[in-house]
């Protein structure tokens, strides 16, 4: 199972563009990224997914290299609802289908 | 409204007691889940069902059963055997088990005493 890196922690500015960053060097060929998001003392929420090429929807876009081991997801306009923690995780590939592995995050602040 | 709901929100029980955390959902989804989050962690995988009286056991099932009668319940039961019980369990339900989006409930404290 290919495993990601994320910082801890990453601080944003109300209204700038929040990027944040994941290592996923280990991943195989027919493996997701997905990203979520949890927000203190809630459930994660789903943001968004890709394979290969970029994505973007009406939260966020998904930047994923073109040797697939780095992504970054971005926020484009950062509000203050958007503090939260945000999981990069690749979906693991068995018998059993779409088990999601959930590592530590990245707590984004987004300050005023 | 579609969703999942999970109760109570918050429970308390003594050490060495069984306790039941109730998971429902009305999307009409085939796979559901449970999580296990300690402070400041990810999220476990404790078990999961792809179907109506099926499901098998995740990373950390040890200390844990679950049934699943029907589609839109999954019980999670806390049994005495679990050593470290106080936790935030998290409910999710996906179309199916290789569905793209996990919905989550939001999640019951247990604090046991």
């Known amino acids: 199972d290919a495993k990601t890196t994320q910082p801890p922690s990453m601080d944003c500015a109300e209204g700038r563009a929040a990027n944040l960053p994941c290592n996923h060097s280990?991943?195989?060929?027919?493996?997701?990224v997905y990203w979520y998001r949890q927000i203190h003392s809630q459930g994660p929420q789903y943001i968004i997914h890709g394979l290969k090429n970029n994505e973007t929807n009406e939260m966020a876009s998904l930047i994923i290299t073109e040797d697939r081991k780095s992504s970054t997801l971005i926020l484009p306009h950062a509000t203050l609802r958007d503090t939260a923690v945000y999981y990069c995780i690749v979906r693991v590939a068995s018998n059993a289908g779409n088990m999601l592995t959930f590592g530590g995050g990245t707590r984004l602040m987004v300050k005023p | 409204d579609g969703g999942i709901t999970q109760s109570p929100k918050y429970l308390f029980r003594k050490e060495g007691q069984n306790v039941t955390l109730s998971c429902e959902q009305n999307l009409n989804h085939d796979a559901m889940y449970w999580y296990r989050q300690d402070p400041g962690q990810g999220l476990r995988l404790i078990y999961y069902?792809?179907?109506?009286?099926?499901?098998q056991k995740g990373d950390i099932a040890e200390g844990y059963s679950v049934s699943r009668e029907k589609k839109e319940s999954f019980p999670l039961t806390v049994t005495s055997a679990q050593k470290n019980p106080t936790a935030f369990y998290l409910c999710?339900?996906?179309?199916?088990?290789?569905?793209?989006?996990?919905?989550f409930g939001p999640g019951t404290r247990l604090t046991v005493l």
């Open positions: 069902s792809q179907i109506v009286n099926d499901f």
């Open positions: 999710a339900s996906s179309i199916s088990l290789r569905g793209n989006e996990q919905f």
């Open positions: 280990t991943i195989s060929g027919n493996e997701y």
